[in-house]
């Protein structure tokens, strides 16, 4: 089945820096998208971006779907910006397919 | 976005009795639902999909007659944890594709524990 690797697996930022999260996938998607998982296990959805490039406030996204990979950037990082970060993949079988996370520890 | 609500957020029981989870797509239908489980430090496991008015597919491993998925209407989908044990404890976590369209969304998870 399709392998979905994230890097870092953990980083830690003094608050106001800036970070780029990075998601490899195997194979061709139909979609992917990232979230951020809060300290209560609630999934945020972050961006869906099965290609090209997205803003949304501080975040933003690129996905280079050719080439297999997605970039989720965090600029000037705040302490609520702390948990895990995850890119999910979907298939032509319709599953979402997780990759292992990134945890983010932002400090004051 | 589309909001999936997932019920209970947490529950204890005693090993050996039987848990439900239900899975809600509160705006829009859902013919095929997924569920998932995390332990815990660890990604999303995806468990089963669950299929409208059809039996739910499940991934290699996991055990069909201990979680128990029913998907008896267009929103709603429930798991049942049989005859539960301590290892069973986890957080479960549902999802749903608005239809036309492959964003997915997720329940708010449910933190099951076996005592």
């Known amino acids: 089945g399709i392998q979905v690797e994230q890097s870092p697996p953990d980083l830690i930022l003094q608050e106001g820096a800036n970070s780029t999260l990075r998601c490899n996938f195997s194979?061709?998607?139909?979609?992917l998208q990232w979230f951020h998982q809060n300290p209560w296990g609630q999934l945020i959805n972050l961006f869906y971006?099965?290609?090209g490039t997205k803003q949304n406030g501080r975040l933003s996204a690129t996905t280079v779907a050719t080439e297999r990979y997605s970039l989720l950037y965090i600029s000037s990082s705040q302490t609520t910006d702390s948990g895990v970060y995850f890119c999910?993949?979907?298939?032509?079988?319709?599953?979402?397919?997780f990759g292992p996370g990134t945890s983010l520890s932002v400090i004051p | 976005g589309a909001v999936v609500s997932q019920h209970p957020s947490r529950v204890i029981c005693k090993s050996g009795t039987s848990v439900k989870i239900e899975c809600r797509s509160l705006d829009f239908q859902a013919t095929t639902m997924f569920w998932y489980r995390q332990f815990p430090k660890k990604s999303l496991m995806l468990m089963a999909t669950s299929n409208e008015g059809s039996k739910a597919t499940y991934e290699q491993g996991v055990e069909k007659d201990k979680f128990l998925i029913n998907h008896a209407s267009l929103t709603l989908s429930t798991l049942t944890v049989t005859s539960a044990h301590p290892e069973d404890s986890s957080f479960y976590i549902c999802?749903?594709?608005?239809?036309?369209?492959?964003?997915?969304?997720f329940g708010q998870g449910t933190r099951l524990t076996v005592v």
């Open positions: 999802s749903a594709s608005v239809p036309d369209s492959h964003e997915a969304f």
């Open positions: 194979d061709s998607v139909n979609n």
């Open positions: 999910a993949v979907k298939t032509s079988y319709d599953k979402v397919i």
């Open positions: 971006i099965p290609s």
